[in-house]
């Protein structure tokens, strides 16, 4: 049997850990061998006899024993007794060894080694050695736990082979009667394994993959990675569910000089639960036509409007409903000052139903066809950016009585910028104009219609700086106050269509914009002064913000007839508030280890806050974090959302403290609270045996009900840690999906079953590793690819 990876295999760590540095030793020839001991004798023929305290050293290899020869002539050095090799973070321990320092050809008898910048070892009865690029080991064994105190004993996990041969030059390893043991049970056993031996892929079976969740069971999967080319790859997962059936998931990949691509299938041919065969269906690719000329295609087709409930995780795109294909030809320009792009697009959607919960798509453009221009001219700005497209209804689409029709566009912009270190003044002039043409009648009969729509606007802003002392710091305090005035022409608009236009978010952002709307079709009318400041406190050594509060306002000098509605939509009566709503933004680091932040909006007609977002976190040391965050929006949700990761019990508390003091030490940094010193060694034992939890939690305050958990707890052992971890995911408001994650992980090794770790980091904010020692994750079962 091959077996692909091998990376996180200890046959593949000891190439590199162990052979590679023998083959970084190209220049050991040249380096002068230095020999020291109790007693030297030596021959007129090149040979030299050390006893006692012997050591060999040839730059970087270092040799100790009670007794070693040496033979000039031939660079070779037979040692016995206590026989020690060191080099480049790599310890043989043996009883016997004949080395030849120019080749490193050779053998070692009794050897056990240890990898010190993973804190893993192991032990062979013989290691021979061909060449720096050939090596085979007998009696072979591996693990990341703490050497046994007697023979009788075996540590919790351990790789053990009969044999290991491995050939650098042929990129290739072969271990004979493998077995992978934990609490002496074997959970792998395999008669022969190959693997690579270098970063070149290789084709072989992956380890298999498991799964289990409240829609398809229990699910195996066994992945088989095919090489089929330098440039191109093939990955086959078959898989077995115990309600759904057999299904395959492919991965293919390829690389050329001027494009490149991946192509992903999901099927079930027979889907016993649904009664239907099913499939996910996923396509990237990128190529360079020409020089510039650059050509994007994306492909993402399932096979029913439940795909996205029934596989959350196999959906693809970044939105489980709206399925986006598109092909783009794009291709810079230039001439003269001007200089730009030109691109073609053909965009499409699929819209995944649910009839509780129905979606308006957005509409396909067949096709869409841009230009983009922008020149300097002195101090002068120019940018013209314009667009035909057509729009045509998706199918599913829930409303079959929106227009669809032809749009052509452009905006001009004209912008005369100031900028000085201490603050900047920004005029601008612009104009907005579209032409529409139609399959049936507009809301006034027409079929074509037209509309221009002038713009100027004037940003401004100063940045005032002074140092300061607050909470017996020295620090520098800044304030910023700005200003943006736009005029907008008003033309009336609710009887064109809006293919794309929809309201903008009322936030720290979109408060600066001079359009109320994103998209093209609506452009609100304007008569307004908007007026903000902002002041922050930062470390003048380091520049990191400490704190910073901010509070902007909009000013309307007449009623906005084009203005955004409160349910987002675009089309609606005038507004006719004098100011806007208040926003208030704060947020600060200056709290040792606690973060706070907060943004409200405040309206001056109800007299109370309409949304706000509140937030802290604490994290008084490693593995040690609290996340709380409270979100509202007035009528429509009010949600709390608790994340966490926090050791249980006083011993793992214990652990946590001494691994922050290491930390501390390490970097000068303070230590966490109530921290102790502790060795690197002592903080790695002291998290043995403990117990972590994690999760997330959001609860809806409006619906009285959990819309989404994560529960589970961590167990670290020293050398293995174990993970079980429960999430569930609503689809709908009396819907949800369940999955358990069983993870096992062998430190320095590899990590077996579901892996949760990714669904912790973006859940929980501030989630560690708990094996983190060396700045890097542990080794984990690779997908084989570049």
Not at 72 to 82: C, L, V
Not at 308 to 317: E, L
Not at 392 to 407: F, L, N, T
Not at 501 to 530: C, I, K, M, P
Request: net charge neutral.
């Amino acid at each position: 049997m091959r077996c692909a990876p091998a990376r996180p295999w200890l046959l593949l760590l000891l190439c590199i850990q162990a052979a590679a540095p023998l083959r970084a030793a190209d220049d050991a020839p040249r380096l002068p061998v230095t020999l020291q001991a109790d007693r030297l004798s030596s021959t007129p023929d090149g040979r030299s006899r050390a006893e006692g305290e012997v050591e060999l050293r040839q730059g970087g290899l270092r040799i100790r024993a009670d007794r070693l020869d040496y033979r000039a002539d031939t660079a070779r050095a037979t040692a016995s007794g206590r026989v020690v090799v060191e080099r480049e973070g790599l310890v043989l321990r043996g009883t016997e060894i004949d080395l030849g320092v120019r080749d490193f050809s050779g053998w070692c008898l009794a050897t056990e080694f240890d990898f010190l910048d993973r804190g893993t070892r192991g032990s062979a009865s013989r290691i021979d050695l061909a060449s720096r690029t050939r090596l085979r080991a007998e009696d072979f064994a591996y693990t990341s736990c703490a050497r046994p105190a007697s023979p009788d004993e075996r540590p919790d996990w351990e790789l053990r082979a009969r044999s290991v041969a491995i050939d650098f030059d042929a990129n290739e390893g072969v271990a004979e009667a493998a077995r992978l043991q934990f609490q002496g049970v074997t959970l792998l056993a395999l008669p022969s394994l190959s693997f690579p031996v270098t970063d070149a892929r290789k084709s072989g079976w992956l380890p298999p993959t498991l799964d289990l969740d409240s829609r398809s069971g229990f699910e195996v999967s066994v992945p088989y990675y095919w090489n089929l080319a330098p440039n191109r790859d093939l990955t086959l997962a078959p898989r077995l569910s115990t309600r759904r059936g057999l299904g395959l998931e492919a991965e293919f990949r390829y690389l050329e000089p001027r494009w490149r691509g991946e192509v992903r299938l999901d099927g079930l041919p027979d889907d016993r639960a649904a009664r239907r065969s099913r499939y996910a269906l996923e396509w990237e690719h990128r190529q360079r036509a020409g020089r510039r000329t650059t050509l994007e295609v994306d492909l993402a087709r399932v096979s029913d409007d439940d795909w996205w409930k029934d596989f959350p995780r196999a959906t693809p795109g970044p939105w489980p409903r709206l399925l986006a294909s598109r092909a783009r030809v794009e291709r810079p320009w230039q001439w003269r000052s001007w200089q730009g792009q030109a691109w073609a697009q053909l965009q499409d959607w699929q819209v995944l139903q649910d009839p509780g919960a129905p979606v308006v798509a957005p509409y396909a453009r067949r096709p869409q066809l841009g230009v983009l221009a922008e020149a300097a001219q002195g101090p002068l700005q120019w940018r013209l950016t314009s667009e035909l497209n057509r729009f045509e209804r998706p199918g599913g689409d829930v409303d079959a009585d929106r227009p669809q029709g032809w749009r052509w566009h452009a905006v001009a912009d004209l912008a005369w910028p100031l900028r000085r270190p201490g603050g900047w003044l920004v005029p601008r002039l612009a104009l907005n104009g579209a032409w529409y043409r139609t399959d049936d009648p507009m809301a006034d009969g027409r079929t074509t219609a037209s509309r221009w729509i002038p713009s100027a606007s004037v940003d401004a802003g100063l940045v005032f700086e002074r140092d300061a002392t607050f909470f017996g710091r020295a620090l520098r305090q800044t304030l910023e106050p700005r200003a943006l005035y736009v005029r907008t022409a008003y033309r009336r608009q609710d009887r064109l269509p809006n293919f794309d236009a929809w309201a903008r978010d009322f936030d720290f952002d979109s408060v600066w914009a001079r359009n109320a709307f994103a998209g093209v079709d609506r452009v609100s009318d304007a008569d307004q002064l908007t007026l903000g400041v902002t002041s922050r406190l930062l470390d003048p050594a380091s520049g990191a913000e400490l704190l910073r509060l901010g509070v902007v306002q909009r000013v309307l000098l007449r009623d906005q007839r084009v203005a955004p509605q409160p349910d987002g939509s675009a089309d609606g009566p005038p507004l006719e508030r004098s100011v806007s709503d208040l926003l208030l933004l704060g947020s600060t680091t200056l709290l040792p280890r606690l973060g706070l932040d907060a943004s409200m909006q405040y309206s001056p007609d109800l007299g109370r806050l309409t949304r706000s977002v509140l937030g802290a976190n604490w994290s008084p040391g490693p593995f040690r974090t609290i996340d709380v965050r409270y979100r509202l929006a007035r009528g429509t949700s009010e949600q709390v959302e608790v994340g966490w990761q926090w050791p249980l019990g006083a011993a793992a508390m214990a652990a946590a403290r001494a691994i922050a003091e290491q930390e501390a030490a390490a970097t000068g940094a303070p230590a966490a609270d109530g921290a102790r010193a502790a060795s690197p060694a002592a903080a790695q034992a002291e998290c043995r045996g403990r117990w972590y939890g994690v999760g997330r939690i959001a609860y809806s305050m409006r619906d009285s009900r959990i819309t989404d958990s994560l529960l589970g707890v961590e167990f670290d052992a020293g050398c293995w840690i174990a993970r079980i971890v429960s999430e569930r995911v609503s689809t709908g408001r009396s819907e949800a999906t369940t999955r358990l994650m069983l993870q096992l992980e062998l430190v320095g090794l590899s990590r077996l079953g579901t892996n949760p770790l990714r669904v912790l980091k973006d859940n929980i904010p501030g989630y560690r590793l708990l094996r983190d020692e060396h700045g890097e994750e542990p080794l984990a079962w690779p997908s084989n690819l570049p």
